[in-house]
């Protein structure tokens, strides 16, 4: 078995499982500007405040992991990147408060937490955003030590990636609320989601380009024969998911919306993937050169072995017991 492959995998399954299941979660803060009625916004909290909380578990294994084995890749990331990963963490910390606090506050400070619950999700969204750009540009290592400055991390690449994001959980957002309301609040969902696909995918198609332009390795990757043509199906279905979710959105499907911007979502993280393998740290560190001994990587893959499946499990028990449609008449808190 090569334990390091196996780690990597992990890993990348645990960031994407964050991705998916807490983008949808920001993406109803990101989306609260676009409703202004207390009962709008009491009905698209309660859509996810049962399972909100536990979709940071996999933020954390994702870190836990990347410590266990890959503990070079995990102190130049974050030497690299603590300032970015501080902002987004701060911002998550103020809006997990501001989720809480907004059930429980008086009618004249609600607006406070509503406030706050705004820019606690576009922060972290972003601020997240920025981490992926910065990763991606590249991280300048030097005798296995970051040897860059601390505000690297921000550049045009990565404030863009860093917007891109947000467009990318505001259409999460708005597809799960099609999926868990009715009525007018999904009526202007389906506006949205209209609206908020077709700039996701220009964003797609600028990072698409973007990448290549700055690295002439990926470009190579996605661009020479015969790669250009085992890697084709990427942006093919890419476009294929594009057309399926504008069907759907005209013809007011509820499930499907979600499920084709989940694929845009997957697609998207697997080209990224695609451009940086077999680097963990972009553009010269391969995931064997940053390793951890093969003694601790097993040791620390017989606990993820167990906890994977737990988290899984509670997981889709969670959302199978508050499945369905959520109404007006309906309160979490």
Known sequence: MD?????????????????IMDGFDLGIGILYPFFTEKSDRDLMMNTV??????????LVLGGAGLLAAFPLAYSVILSALSLPLLFMLMALIFRGVAFEFRFKAN??????????FIGGSIAATFFQGMTLGAYLQG??????????GALDWISPFSTFTGLGLLVTYA???STWLILKTSG???SICYKLSKQISVVLLGIIVVISLWTPWMDSRIAARWFSMPNILWLSPVPVLVGLCFFQLQRALQRRAETSPFIYTLGLVMLGYAGLGISIWPNIIPPNLSI???AAPASSQQFALVGALIIIPMILMYTAWGYYIFRGKVSKDEAYH
């Open 3 to 19: 334990l390091s492959l196996t780690w990597a995998i992990i890993i990348l399954f645990g960031i994407m499982m964050y991705i």
């Open 49 to 58: 405040a049962p399972v909100w909380d536990g979709n940071e578990t996999w």
């Open 107 to 116: 009618e004249s400070e609600r607006h406070f937490w509503d406030k706050a």
């Open 139 to 148: 991280i300048k290592v030097v005798d296995q030590a970051y040897a860059g």
């Open 171 to 173: 259409l999460l957002g």
């Open 184 to 186: 007018d609040l999904q």
């Open 288 to 290: 064997q050169a940053a």
